[in-house]
């Protein structure tokens, strides 16, 4: 066993014709030795160092198998048996990626986001991790270090807070009105050609081209047949993230030459003006531009021009306080959201015992509060800590169902015979039982001493810890 305690040796996935040595690819610290004329990229893709750090990604970040159903498991068992012919199918220009497979998923707000599930062995080459220069990844140092200040999308040392705290800076700046972009279908209607002449700009290998529009081209299963894929660069792919700030950047180029203060994530961007009339302007310059530059249409019911405080982005949105202070603050559906997991959770026709209730609660909200603890405003988390533990309330008085079993389960909370007897022979529904005397029996020390933590508590260290 290996010091990481989960992978096997390092010779089990020793590519043929490669040094055992540490990789000397400056792809490692950014920097191209060739410039943007580096014919010999594809043997930078193929190295040795470059591909056991991918290898250790994609089994880090598992997923769904491919079309071939092998699962990332077996991955190690592929490059054994595969490798040698995949490597030289790469240097000679001839492998040919397999199609991905259709997902779809439910949008948050209603219809369909469809996902390309890539095979492990393509997932490997493709390989996009933030940091660190492995597989395709050489392409990052490459295009990243022209990409605008402005874009924080899938970029190293960039994340999606650093996004919102330039937005508030320029609210608070008195740029109070935005031009939120919403391109239609983005990912499913990228220009192909349009797309591979930006990476021609700085990408001169012919055989990575050819490979990136293979991967482009390579189509999609759907109920076991293949479709052609004409257009659009599949979401679920490693390397789609990329590509979409390769194709987006141009934007980026054409809002900083107009001067306009923005901020853009993916495909996600806001514009920040002073006016509503200048809002609208911009939105129809930027529109026309978007369609006639790139090909693009800009979705007309999802866009707007409106205040910040009434949008959302990346699931924050404003509060204007006295003063004229802005602060950051979580979005009206974001908070629709996590409570919708939460009722999933606590559903109380779920036959689950508290304990798991209160680790599945734990879990889920540790992680979410991990990115949503940016918000300024913390009386929202201390009203939701009270909504989660009259939602366990609920639970737990839908679990005493015998008259028998209350008065046994009251009378150990303490509470008062009287009381005890009202409420072991109530009537009342799960909902309104969680509430009134129950709050007060099994309030904040009780779920506590059950392990439940608090979310304003949790709320309150990481802000002390940033």
Known sequence: MSPEG?????????????????????????????????????????????????????????????????????????????????????????????????????????????????TVMDRLIQQHPPTVGTRLQVLTPIFDVGFSEHSYGFRPRKRAHDAIREARRYVQEGYEWVVDLDIEKFFDRVNHDILMARVARKVKDKRVLTLIRRYLQAGVMINGVVMETTEGTPQGGPISPLLANILLDE???????????????????????????????????????????????????????????????????????????ILIRLAPQTIERVKTKIRDITARNKPVSIAERIGRLNTYLGVWMGYFALAETPSVFKDLDGWIRRRLRMCLWKQWKRVRTRYRELRALGLPERVVHEFANARKGPWRMAHGPMNRALGNAYWQSQGLTSLIERYQRLREAW
């Open 6 to 118: 989960a992978y096997p040796r390092e010779e089990v996935v020793k590519p043929q014709g490669t040094e055992g040595g540490p990789s000397s690819s400056p792809a490692r610290n950014g920097e191209s030795p060739h410039g943007d004329n580096d014919s010999g990229l594809m043997e930078r893709v193929v190295e040795r160092n470059n591909m056991l750090a991918a290898l250790k990604r994609v089994e880090r970040n598992g997923g769904a198998p491919g079309i071939d159903g092998i699962p990332t498991e077996r991955l190690r068992d592929q490059i054994r048996a595969e490798w040698p012919r995949i490597r030289q199918e790469l240097l000679s220009g001839t492998y040919k990626p397999k199609p991905v497979r259709r997902v779809e998923i439910p949008k948050p707000g209603g219809g369909k986001r469809l996902l390309g599930i890539p």
């Open 251 to 325: 934007l980026d180029k054409e809002l900083e030459k107009r001067g306009h203060k923005f901020v853009r994530y993916a495909d996600d961007c806001n514009i920040y003006v002073k006016s509503k009339r200048a809002g609208e302007r911009v939105m129809e310059s930027i529109k026309r531009y978007l369609q006639e530059r790139l090909k693009l249409k800009i979705n007309e019911q999802k866009s707007a021009v409106d205040r910040p405080w009434k949008l959302k982005f990346l699931g924050f949105s404003m509060h204007k306080a006295k003063g004229g202070q």
